[in-house]
């Protein structure tokens, strides 16, 4: 019971990923394999803040008035335990930015794909590539 | 399902309840991008590849026996894994200890404790997501917005076809994309919205450094209006409010102003990108000084880029021509 209180959240996230890695492998249209890279992504990122995650702990961000403790370290607010690990935010911010970069380069390629072949389906642009 | 719209339109959702999530996970920074870009950026351009493309997709025809076989193992596989890994939210998992705690005392005390010891190793913004993104690791940010322009010059190279940039974007005026201005509830909720979602934009960009935001968020919002004035009051009206050219020059300059805010740092005998070098006798107290002026700076060169590329992006989608 404790593992599964524990660890419930790798396993949601992997669910998530096993969906998008699915659409991915299984659907032929390349605007769904696209949606599926999205939501693989999304999970990723979901993992990195569930491991950012301090039990009790507040987003890392410091009041104005904020008080030391002798180890250098700050002290939370009322009512809090500790902060959170700001890393996994950085990481992922980042990579939101940049995935949605990379997604419109995806999908301006498919766009492109479906003005030379009439067709966003793979195995029709499969059989067409072996007509010629 | 065969019907793309609507799968289209779930992801947006599905982007939204991630965001939800992960602002319950202390990571507000994160969920303002993620909502930004999920619900509004993403959404958006594959609608616009719907219009190019169709938005119905054929049966398949192959079995999906297989890839469940194949997704069901991995994830056996992933889920054994977790088995080692630390519990959720426990503070003595080893993320938690290295790096982090040495973040969360330096960030501040420069500010704090100016003549003190921390004052070389400090960076002195409230936000600690914002003082290792844009101080700690510089560099890597650099890199990101670097990706991101790439991005935005590879969707123009993909879509622009031969023509040089200019005259694509000189064409795009000539084009009438149908508009949505008609739509009298739609028109005046645009109206009142905008306005609240450029303020909160630039919010985001001035106060990363005190509260949740920066450079990403700010520029993923600000280019959401944008995008949501294009997507209502029609192609022509955006490209005034916002000219090609202007959004052209914008893509470079919010990157030659993070790598130039580099340059300035050497050129003052730091190191590329160490901002403890930008001290400034001019108005004490009021203006921002060394690491905090550096922040400040390189937060706008991300904003300015980010923005600038998606509404390029944006324009480049929305400017294609109709195949059929």
């Given at each position: 019971m404790n593992t599964v209180l524990g660890l419930y959240n790798y396993w949601i996230v992997i669910f998530l990923m096993m969906t998008g890695f699915y659409v991915v492998i299984a659907q032929g249209n390349l605007v769904k394999k696209v949606i599926g890279l999205n939501i693989f992504q999304i999970s990723v990122f979901l993992l990195y803040i569930t491991i950012g995650k301090v039990r009790g702990g507040t987003a890392p961000i410091l009041p104005e008035d904020v008080t030391y403790s002798p180890d250098g370290l700050p002290i939370p607010p009322q009512g809090f335990d500790g902060w959170s690990n700001p890393l996994p935010s950085v990481l992922i911010l980042t990579a939101i930015v940049v995935g949605v970069a990379t997604t419109a380069v995806a999908l301006a390629l498919i766009v492109r794909i479906g003005e030379a072949?009439?067709?966003?389906?793979e195995d029709e642009i499969l059989a067409l590539d072996l007509e010629e | 399902m065969r019907s793309l719209w609507a799968a289209v339109m779930l992801t947006g959702i599905y982007s939204f309840l991630g965001a939800s999530w992960m602002l319950i996970l202390d990571a507000p920074d994160v969920a303002f991008t993620e909502a930004a870009v999920g619900a509004g950026l993403s959404t958006v351009l594959m609608l616009s590849t719907l219009a190019l493309t169709g938005t119905t997709m054929k049966k398949q025809?192959?079995?999906?026996l297989l890839p469940l076989v194949v997704v069901s193992l991995t994830g056996l596989a992933l889920i054994y894994g977790t088995a080692d890994m630390p519990y959720f939210?426990?503070?003595?998992?080893p993320a938690h200890q290295h790096l982090m705690p040495e973040f969360m005392a330096d960030?501040?005390?420069?500010?704090?404790?100016?003549?003190?010891?921390h004052a070389e190793t400090g960076?002195?913004?409230?936000?600690v997501v914002t003082a290792v993104l844009a101080s700690y690791r510089g560099y890597d940010t650099l890199g990101e917005t670097v990706v991101i322009l790439t991005a935005g010059i590879g969707v123009l190279l993909i879509l622009g076809g031969e023509k040089r940039f200019s005259s694509f974007f000189a064409d795009l005026s000539l084009r009438d994309v149908p508009s949505m201005r008609h739509r009298a509830i739609l028109r005046v909720a645009t109206k009142l919205l905008i306005p609240y979602i450029l303020l909160f934009a630039l919010y985001v960009q001035f106060h990363g450094d005190y509260g949740p935001g920066g450079g990403f968020q700010a520029g993923v919002i600000f280019a959401a209006a944008l995008i949501l004035y294009g997507l209502v009051f029609g192609l022509r009206a955006t490209l005034k409010v916002a000219p090609p050219s202007v959004v052209e020059t914008l893509v470079a300059l919010g990157v030659l102003l993070y790598a130039g805010t580099g340059v300035a740092t050497m050129l003052l005998?730091?190191?590329?990108?160490?901002?403890?070098?930008?001290?400034?006798?001019?108005?004490p107290g009021v203006l921002p000084h060394g690491q905090h002026l550096g922040i400040l700076l390189v937060e706008l060169g991300v904003g300015i880029t980010v923005a600038a590329v998606m509404i390029t992006i944006f324009f480049a989608f929305v400017g294609r021509e109709h195949p059929r």
């Open positions: 072949y009439g067709t966003i389906e | 025809a192959t079995s999906t939210g426990d503070p003595t998992a960030t501040v005390p420069s500010i704090h404790e100016a003549a003190g010891h960076v002195g913004v409230d936000n005998g730091g190191n590329f990108l160490d901002y403890s070098v930008l001290e400034h006798p001019l108005l």
